[in-house]
Each structure stands twice: as structure tokens, then as C-alpha cells.
């Protein structure tokens, strides 16, 4: 690599993009990667403070910068992931489709402890949109020795990939919503809405709602008929306290529910309780779903949507930013809350 001053830089070929930040106005790319010097080109320059070009030839053993994050990003993705780039250097990762964030944090750290590459990603297992970026990847010097790239290909080799986005299934639920007071009639149903629209926005839907009053047996007997009836998730609402008129949980066990965990340590939604009656997934939601934007259900709703079979270590793992700060204007999924996890 060689330096050329700029007043002898028209007919060079630039060998790497150059960026002009306009304080307040813009910052982006305003020299693309070959571009040919022209003499107007050269008062552009000194004003973004470049009295000098770097012209480079690539010898053998050397990989351009937007080559070598192209080759990295190639890489490391998944399925549900596609690229876009380079520009200035860096390859964006971006989801094919909408899902279940997927990041294998062990890969990212390894692959991160090379002085001479980053890899930057969003929080594993949350929801992503369709188009939204999800990790970017460049080299740290304008080219990188080969080996090391060779390295990198040694250390994919016999790992999963490091980022995907799993699509979500489409879940027929049933949900049964439990008090004598709806049941009665004394109270309209407030939370069969809310949970309606948590399961759509997934592509899911309920099949059917079945209104039952504070009864153990009652509440197992509903989730069996659903479950004959085709039901791939049931979602229970209500009951779901230490309150000894709430049977919720020992309905759920009657039913032949093999509980993961009841309590999950998330504020709200502490008294979440997550069953499975064979391959079906069995909630028990707690009252906040009702009134809170997001709860521990909106944790554990995408993971099972997406096809896991949730553990209690992963609920374990909501516990660092399982504190819900109450945003005036809630911008989940794209905050801290429940993201603390390995």
C-alpha cells in the first residue's frame, strides 16, 4: 500500500470506500470502492480532510476489507437471514422473513476474540420483522491476511450458524378463561381480547374460548376436550394466584399437565405457569396479561410459536432484564426486558 497525495491523485483508482460526515447533515459513503479520481473530485476531498489517497495492490494472501465481510457474513448466516452490502466496509444481516431471533452467543464471543474482525448482533430470541437488520460484520484494517479468514472458516466448520430466524408456525390455541364472576355472566370477559390479539399478531389463532367457573375438574376437563378437538396450545386465563379460590395450576396438573415451571422471574408476570401435556403447551396466564403491555408472556409466546419446546433454564434466563420499566412509550421488543439471558 501507497500513499498518493491528492493533487497527484486524478486517474487513481480508489481501492477502499471513503466516508464524509457533514456535521447535522449527513454522514455516508462518498467515494465507492474503484472509483476513479477526476480532477473535481480532488477539492472534495481536501474538504473532507483528506490530503492524501491510499492506493493498494492486492497480493497474494490479502483479502479486501468488503471481501473479507462479505465472506464472514456468508458464513455466519443462517436460514431466514439475507445480506446486503458492503458499503464502507461492513455487510449488513438482514431477516428473510419474520421470526424467532436466533444467536449463537458462544460462536459471536469466539469469533469477536480476533483483534481484527467484529461481528455485532441484536439480543438473541426475540421477534423480528421481515427487513429488519439484524447483526453487521466488518474487518477493523482495509485488508486482512488470508489465514486468518481460514481461521475463521476452521471455527463455523462444526458450528451451528451463528445467526437465523426461525419462522413462527400457526398455532390453532384454545383458551379457557376461568372465574365464576364471567362465567356467571356478572363481568364481561376483558381477557380473552387481549390474548386474541397477542396470538394473531404471530399468525396464529384461538379456535375456540370456553368460559368455566373456579373448578379444578372442570378447568382439566376443558383442556382435554380442546386438545381432542385439535388444540396445539392452551392457553389459560385467570386463577393463577396463591389465592386458595384460585385452582388454575391444579387444574392444569389434573389435566396431566407436566409442569416446567409456575413462577417466572419476570415483573409482570411473575405467576406465569408453563406445562406440557405430552407435545401440546399448557399456560397458566397471571392477571397482568390483562392490564400490562408486556408480561412474561410476551417472552414465552415466540418461543413456542417458533417451535420450542421452552425449558425452565430458559425462563431462568429472563431474569436479568426480566424488570419491565414501564416505558412511557413501549418500545419492546426493541428494549433491555428479558433479553439478560445466555
Sequence with gaps: MKTISV???????????????IPGKFKGRAFKKGHIISKEDINQLLDMGKEHIYVFDLKDGLVHEDDAARRIAQLASGS??????????KVELIAGCS???????????????????????????????ERQVLAGTRIIP?????????RVEELFRNNSPLISVKPYHSFDAGLITTGSEVFSGRIEDKFGPVVKEKIEKYGSRIMRQVLVSDCAEKIAAEITALIQEGAEMILVTGGMSVDPEDVT??????????????GAPVLPGAMLMLAYIEDVPVMG?????????????????????????????????????????????????NCGFGKGGY
Excluded: W
Design 249 to 262: 395450576p391444579m387444574g392444569i396438573r389434573l389435566a396431566g399437565g407436566k409442569v416446567v415451571t409456575y
Design 80 to 89: 431466514g437471514v439475507v445480506l446486503s452490502g458492503p458499503k464502507e466496509g
Design 142 to 150: 482495509l485488508v486482512i491476511d488470508e489465514n486468518r479468514l481460514r
Design 285 to 333: 396466564l397471571p392477571g397482568c396479561v390483562m392490564y400490562n403491555r408486556i408480561s412474561s408472556f410476551d417472552l414465552v409466546l415466540p418461543r413456542i410459536l417458533a417451535g420450542e419446546r421452552v425449558s425452565r433454564k430458559d425462563i431462568i434466563s429472563f431474569a436479568q432484564g426480566g424488570l419491565c420499566t414501564n416505558c412511557e412509550v413501549c418500545q419492546f421488543p
Design 99 to 129: 421470526g424467532l431471533l436466533k444467536v449463537n452467543t458462544g460462536l459471536l464471543y469466539a469469533l469477536n476474540e480476533d483483534e481484527e474482525i467484529i461481528f455485532a448482533t441484536l439480543h438473541s430470541n426475540q421477534h423480528v420483522k
Design 7 to 21: 493533487y497527484e491523485a486524478e486517474g487513481m483508482v480508489l481501492g477502499h470506500d471513503m466516508t464524509q460526515i
